[in-house]
């Protein structure tokens, strides 16, 4: 799976995931995933870690509903979630995995544990295995 | 009668429950799955029980959370 994301929307939700920290920071992700099998994210949701944890992240029900109204009033489908590990690398944790109930998202991954150069991956989970997929931030086009 | 599902317009059985329309939608995982009627949060206890109306509006969402264990 190729999966890509626009540079403003990796800005948002690292400014987000920034701002958040030291608890990790959660949302959604929406877009369409187009004919030539490439995944295309055109909208990131910004939600509450209910959790406020550094270690665990919960999405708000309430805002996920809302989220998912909006993305069908914009003609998006959820495509997955993201969510920040301030303090370890980008890739899922165990947790992560067996919380990851939806075989069909891409559960994307900001690390920033390194200050200055953080890393974001995606991932694809099933049955408590995760593949990394290729994930490309994709600049605006003038 | 019709309700809506994840903004679809579907024809149902008169008086199906929620548990009912979870297995007619083969939702996956419905374990963990949260429901919202009418974008009320649906108790989990009441979904064998609860029978849906005429125009109402369903939802299905995924329980999203992880960890650092």
Same mark, same amino acid.
């Given at each position: 799976?190729?999966?890509?994301?626009?540079?403003?929307?990796?800005?948002?939700?690292?400014?987000?995931?920034?701002?958040?920290?030291?608890?990790?920071?959660?949302?959604?992700?929406a877009g369409v995933?187009?004919?030539?099998?490439?995944?295309?994210?055109?909208?990131?949701y910004l939600l509450?870690?209910?959790?406020?944890?550094?270690?665990?992240?919960?999405?708000?029900?309430?805002?996920?509903? /809302?989220?998912?109204?909006?993305?069908?009033?914009?003609?998006?489908?959820?495509?997955?979630?993201?969510?920040?590990?301030?303090?370890?690398?980008?890739?899922?944790? /165990?947790?992560?995995?067996?919380?990851?109930?939806?075989?069909?998202?891409?559960?994307?991954?900001?690390?920033?544990?390194?200050?200055?150069?953080? *890393?974001?991956?995606?991932?694809? *989970?099933?049955?408590?295995?995760?593949?990394?997929?290729?994930? /490309?931030?994709?600049?605006? /086009?003038? | 009668?019709?309700?809506?599902?994840?903004?679809?317009?579907?024809?149902?059985?008169?008086?199906?429950?929620?548990?009912?329309?979870?297995?007619?939608?083969?939702?996956?995982?419905?374990?963990?799955?949260?429901?919202?009627?009418?974008?009320?949060?649906?108790?989990?206890?009441?979904?064998?029980t609860r029978q849906?109306?005429?125009?109402?509006?369903?939802?299905?969402?995924?329980?999203?959370?992880?960890?650092?264990?």
């Open positions: 799976m190729r999966i890509t994301i626009r540079q403003q929307d990796y800005d948002k939700m690292l400014a987000h995931a920034l701002k958040e920290r030291p608890n990790e920071a959660c949302g959604l992700i995933d187009r004919e030539d099998g490439v995944r295309e994210i055109r909208f990131v509450t870690n209910t959790d406020a944890s550094n270690e665990h992240f919960t999405l708000d029900p309430r805002e996920q509903l /809302e989220a998912v109204k909006d993305m069908r009033a914009n003609g998006w489908k959820p495509l997955g979630n993201w969510h920040s590990h301030p303090e370890s690398p980008s890739r899922p944790s /165990e947790e992560d995995k067996r919380l990851a109930y939806d075989s069909k998202a891409s559960y994307l991954i900001l690390s920033l544990m390194e200050e200055g150069n953080p *890393v974001l991956h995606s991932f694809h *989970v099933e049955n408590g295995i995760s593949e990394a997929e290729e994930l /490309e931030i994709a600049r605006e /086009e003038e | 009668m019709k309700i809506t599902v994840a903004g679809e317009s579907k024809e149902v059985r008169d008086g199906i429950t929620i548990a009912e329309l979870i297995e007619a939608e083969q939702v996956e995982t419905p374990e963990y799955v949260t429901v919202s009627v009418n974008e009320e949060f649906a108790d989990r206890e009441s979904f064998e849906l109306n005429e125009g109402d509006t369903v939802e299905f969402l995924y329980f999203m959370g992880g960890g650092r264990a």
